[in-house]
């Protein structure tokens, strides 16, 4: 059920509730009838049932023909992807970004995914005098890269298997991974430990750890990252970093509208 703050001095009833009965169904995730909408919303059958079918009306809420029951409609969804295309992420993820670099003393970065390389959209620079400095814009191969790799473990395998035709895996350094199965379980970890690394993979002497930043449909649309030189992302403090690297992205995915 929404929580409503008894400090907010506007209120409108109908729309508060119908505001509820769209969070219910989010939450809930499957379809459900308006008995039981009104159930877990807390509100009279009658109410509900109103509600409902003017939520209906305008597609805020869907029924099923057969069953009767009721999930998230289509005009949400269309909502959902303008609001998406007015989100400017490098701005969005500025202060998560900030508070990373703080809390790690590294330098934090944001990309995407462009022509099968990742591009930083937004950059914070570590406070040590000895960093690695962010390049706005800059471009890096996504198979030796954290924010590449948070990204790759989460495509299909036919984008993945069209990506690796067209660039193929160059090595950068010896610690590069150039052969499709190795690569392939990387990506296995990286889907199963929630991280990425870059151990001196792109550069000797840079290590990077990035996580996958989801949004509002689930989909990995970007990824967030430290980096900074391999005798501070040391394996002791891996731990340490990949679980503030893995809670700035969360919270990011959660302001793009993502729900686990």
Do not use: W
């Amino acid at each position: 059920m929404r929580q409503r703050s008894p400090k907010f001095p506007y209120r409108t009833q109908v729309l508060e509730r119908a505001f509820t009965i769209l969070d219910n169904l989010a939450t809930n995730g499957e379809d459900q009838g308006f008995a039981e909408i009104a159930g877990n919303s807390g509100m009279h059958k009658s109410t509900c049932y109103r509600l409902l079918r003017i939520l209906e009306r305008h597609h805020f809420a869907d029924r099923d023909v057969n069953t009767g029951k009721y999930r998230l409609g289509s005009k949400l969804l269309q909502l959902g992807r303008q609001a998406a295309d007015r989100i400017d992420l490098a701005q969005l993820a500025r202060p998560y970004l900030e508070r990373l670099s703080r809390e790690s003393g590294e330098t934090a970065h944001v990309g995407v995914m462009s022509g099968g390389e990742v591009v930083s959209v937004a950059i914070v620079d570590s406070d040590h005098a000895l960093r690695i400095r962010g390049l706005l814009g800059l471009r890096a191969p996504a198979h030796c890269s954290s924010l590449g790799k948070a990204l790759l473990a989460f495509m299909s395998e036919k984008e993945l298997s069209s990506l690796l035709r067209e660039h193929g895996l160059k090595a950068y350094t010896g610690n590069t991974i150039t052969r499709r199965s190795q690569l392939q379980k990387e990506l296995q970890q990286v889907r199963t430990r929630g991280y990425a690394i870059d151990d001196q993979e792109l550069e000797p002497g840079l290590k990077c750890i990035g996580a996958p930043v989801r949004d509002y449909t689930g989909r990995a649309a970007a990824a967030l990252s430290i980096a900074g030189p391999a005798f501070r992302l040391t394996k002791e403090r891996l731990p340490t970093l990949a679980r503030l690297v893995m809670e700035a992205a969360s919270d990011l995915s959660s302001r793009l509208g993502y729900r686990p």
